[in-house]
């Protein structure tokens, strides 16, 4: 995979933070900083978006029928069923 240089600029406090993180060894250098923050952010917004998506599923699937006890007791029969509780 190739890689792009980029320049980029922080506070001093932002400096004295990577700074830190590198050395309790948490990274080894800025970059593998850098790039744990990136993964990190791509995966918090593909969570997002598999939420968001949900969210728009169940919106478009109309109101139920089911009165609020008959879900509830669903939903324990599938936590059952898979093991969950």
Known sequence: MATI??????TEQQDHWIKSQIKIGEYTNDSEYLRDLVRQDQVKKSKFESLKSAIQIGLESGISENSVLDIMKEVEHRMKADGRL
């Open 5 to 10: 240089r980029k320049t980029v600029t922080f």
